[in-house]
């Protein structure tokens, strides 16, 4: 037999149209990361899938894997269908930036399981919060949390304790992605400015549940975003897209 049969929870990160009447789904579960699978006439209406299969639906997911790159989905179950999220166009952007970070950081069938609750929680935070007045899960700093995060879970958690060049925990200004992490006065080349706010943020944010977003000002967020592209730049080769939508 060179095929099988997986059970596994999954969040749906992307569904994509395929053929006449399939989908090509990006899966990401606890054990086996980011999973390429094809529903097979599943944009036909009496498909038995229903609506399942949408972006942000957190799954208990019947996979058969064969001998191509992509799964076939046998069946699907509802853990949560993140209703709410659905009617809140903030709520809704959030959660299509949170699935593309996971995507693009966590690729590979690598598992990493705290990703996969972590991303669950964000769904489930934005859920809870979506249709009220804008809250901290769906704007910027909520967003910036949920990536210093996905960082940390990488191993690609900058230094911030004290300068990442020579370890001075004094007089840190600046933040350098190549030397990863923030950098003092005297080692400051070649990196940007990063005020004590920005700072305050990301070290609060590691810290902290994502349910507790620290506050900051829009500057001190834009040096917070920064901070986490160059770090994606430099260890990653990797580019998101910005945190959060333009305003106006
Ligand atoms: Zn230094």
């Given amino acids: 037999m060179s095929s099988r049969s997986v059970k596994t929870e999954a969040v749906v990160l992307r569904s994509m149209r ?8 990006h899966l990401y579960t606890p054990h086996r990361g980011r999973v390429g699978a094809i529903a097979k006439g599943v944009r036909r209406a ?15 997911a ?14 699907a179950q509802t853990v949560d269908g993140h209703a709410r999220l659905r009617g809140d166009a903030r709520a809704l952007d959030a959660a299509a930036r949170a699935c593309d970070a996971v995507g693009r950081l966590f690729e ?16 489930a935070l934005l859920d809870e919060q979506a ?5 901290a899960a769906s704007g910027r700093a909520g967003a910036l949390a949920f990536r210093l995060k996905l960082l940390l879970a990488a191993g690609l958690a900058p230094q911030l304790g004290a300068c990442a060049s020579c370890g001075e925990r004094e007089h840190l200004v600046g933040f350098s992605g190549a030397a990863g992490g923030v950098v003092c006065a005297a080692c400051e080349a070649g ?15 590691l810290g902290r549940a994502l349910t507790d977003v620290p506050a900051a000002s829009e500057p001190a967020l834009g040096q917070v975003e920064r901070a986490i592209a160059v770090t994606l730049e430099h260890h990653a080769h990797l580019r998101l ?7 106006g």
Avoid: K, W
């Fill in 131 to 135: 249709g009220g007045p804008p809250r």
């Fill in 191 to 205: 990196s940007f400015q990063l005020g004590e706010d920005a700072h305050g943020f990301m070290t609060a944010a």
């Fill in 46 to 60: 009496r498909s038995r899938f229903g609506g399942r299969l949408e972006p942000f639906f957190r799954l208990h």
């Fill in 62 to 75: 019947e996979l058969h894997e064969g001998r191509g790159e992509l799964l076939t989905v046998t069946g």
């Fill in 18 to 25: 395929y053929g006449e009447a399939d989908r090509i789904l």
């Fill in 108 to 123: 590979t069938s690598e598992p990493h399981p705290g990703v996969f609750n972590l991303l669950c929680r964000q769904l």
């Fill in 241 to 247: 897209m910005p945190a959060a939508a333009a305003r």
